[in-house]
């Protein structure tokens, strides 16, 4: 059934997926709000503020929230979140992580979360949901090992954006499970295409990045810009949509082939963003872990990873 999915999905998306060739993000025909002339790059001297490409790293202090907020509304913004919550990630972590969004995620704004799980009977709320704000939980499959759970999440994202959300929404951000907000995680968020510098490399030479080092691999590089981290990326729904293709193929032609990328569907991302740089990058405050030390360039934690129980959770 994979390997049917697999050639389905390859059908319907070799025509519209480059996958060898360095580029940008495609732009959606819809209402997209771009404040990045607003901000001030200067703001934040000790550290980047802009890629090679020209495309803002959001940090605190550079931007004018109720600008973002002002105008997001005014355009009529709406935004779909997706995230997993499987097996016993569900109990660990789901009501935390709502719980927390209802508080600090676009603000606002109206905002669909999208619940998937293979457990959709015990998705209960004991909190009321704000206006504008909205709970859907769709069932997935478990799978026994939880390296494809996370890498068959691409799939699953591709088929929701395909078949609900693409019409629905200004934007979709995708979120790991294991993480708490804990302060703004605003409009200012927002773009075409959104990629989350990983806390633990964005001070590191690339050396020390973890690409794929594997040349059988399809997320095989040899080079890159930053290492992304998989536990957030966004955009409007067709780059979204794009980035969860390119990744979902290329996972699948590395199954065929007995390979695994070593770090799974965040080295396929890493590839993706590699090839297709995206429009914004969020900073390391948010999405914070808090066994780094050195918080010296952390103005604020929006989101902070959640306590890992990894031999709770992943048995």
Not at 156 to 179: A, G, H, M, P
Not at 186 to 202: K, P
Request: hydrophobic fraction near 40%; aromatic fraction near 14%; include cysteine.
């Amino acid at each position: 059934m994979l390997v049917l999915g697999f050639l389905s999905l390859y059908a319907r998306s070799r025509n519209d997926i480059v996958v060898d060739q360095p580029g940008t993000v495609r732009t959606t025909p819809v209402s997209i709000v771009n404040l990045d002339d607003s901000l001030n790059y200067q703001a934040r001297p000790n550290v980047p503020t802009r890629t090679t490409w020209n495309a803002p790293i959001m940090w605190e202090l550079m931007f004018d929230a109720n600008l973002y907020d002002r105008t997001h509304k005014e355009a009529n913004t709406s935004v779909a979140m997706t995230v997993f919550a499987v097996g016993r990630y569900l109990d660990a972590y789901l009501h935390k992580f709502l719980y927390s969004a209802e508080n600090h995620f676009m603000l606002g704004l109206p905002v669909t979360y999208y619940v998937f799980t293979d457990l959709p009977e015990q998705v209960i709320l004991n909190f009321t949901l704000g206006p504008q704000r909205n709970l859907k939980v769709v069932r997935v499959d478990r799978h026994s090992r939880w390296q494809d759970i996370s890498m068959m999440r691409m799939k699953t994202i591709s088929e929701i954006i395909e078949n609900e959300l693409q019409n629905r929404f200004s934007y979709v951000f995708c979120f790991d499970v294991d993480q708490e907000f804990k302060a703004r995680f605003g409009s200012e968020a927002l773009g075409d295409s959104v990629a989350m510098v990983h806390a633990h490399y964005y001070r590191l030479p690339k050396e020390s990045f973890t690409y794929d080092r594997n040349p059988k691999s399809k997320a095989y590089m040899d080079q890159g810009d930053y290492y992304y981290h998989a536990a957030i990326f966004g955009g409007t729904c067709e780059n979204v949509k794009a980035l969860a293709d390119f990744c979902y193929l290329n996972i699948m032609e590395d199954k065929l082939n007995n390979v695994e990328a070593l770090w799974h569907d965040e080295s396929h991302l890493n590839k993706y963003f590699w090839l297709h740089k995206p429009s914004k990058l969020l900073s390391p405050e948010y999405c914070w872990d808090l066994i780094i030390h050195d918080e010296s360039d952390i103005l604020i934690k929006r989101l902070v990873w959640a306590p890992k129980e990894y031999e709770k959770v992943r048995t």
